[in-house]
């Protein structure tokens, strides 16, 4: 498989803090790439700088195999990309909105009909954008992203600001993106739930730098299985199970037993009962298997990332 986006190493500082930190991060072809990290933890200053509009203290970036340093224009052709200002002229059409763009690519007329099925929005390209909905004008942002079939899309929290059904909407749109159009999609957020639901590879940003990389499904893989206990009693249950060598700690919301990869959960499990109630005469009510998800991902990424922080 080809790279779609790859960087090295890539770092931008502003006066003496680095916004992006020798960030070396590998987007595969066809993926949707879900961009991750709190508010300033530096996405958009890596979109900026995978776009051409910043330039890199160090480091590089390549879009579809071109060096955005070396070749700026070449590698933005591969590219579309959705910001978070879309700068539509509100007294045109959508339409015509789209038309500026088509012509400063020097693209044919049809794209526009193209890029506008696409995103089930032939049926609104004559309306003004000042009458758009923000759903609306989000998937016109998408449009003339498209304009022209980059191989790769960059779209930066493209469910900014949208209702349920509008994000539910993009959603839908996004997931079928590469399917249909043959790009990849570097999409970033700060919505675990939406990346957990869009996406086929994440990247985690924290402090600028990269703490995490790598194939969804695969990460969660990696996780240890958890189990929530449920009981009268916590303090007591988890010193009991430590005591038997389990791995037990008081999650914000309950407190769980990790399995490693690999381990007998059932039987794992069924052990643990035993030691708590039989041996231990504590009273549980469940032994309730959790969902591998994103969140423990992201939050065992950031406790590598800031170990003081969350201590
Ligand atoms: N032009 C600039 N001048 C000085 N500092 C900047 C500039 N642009 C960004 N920064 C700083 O760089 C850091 C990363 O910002 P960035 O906007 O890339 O984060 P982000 O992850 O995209 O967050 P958000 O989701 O809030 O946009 C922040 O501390 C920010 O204040």
Redesign the pocket.
Known sequence: MHTAIETQGLTRR??Q?A??DAVSMTVPERSIYGFL??????????IKLLLGLLQADAGRARIAGIDVAADRIGAARKVGALLEAQGFYPHLGGRENLDLTRRLLGLPRREIDRVLEVTEMTAHGGRRVADYSLGMRQRLGLARAMLGAPPVLILD?PTNGLDPEGIADMRGFLRELPARSGATVLL?S?LLGEIEQTATHIGI?SH?RLVLEGALAELKAGLATEVAIETDTPERALLLAREHGFDVEQADDALVARFAAGEDVRDATATLNRVLCIAGGIRIHALAPRRRSLETLYRNAAKVAEPAALA
């Open positions: 502003f006066g803090r916004a992006v990290g709190r508010n300033g933890a530096g996405k958009t200053t890596t929290e970033s700060h940003l600028g």
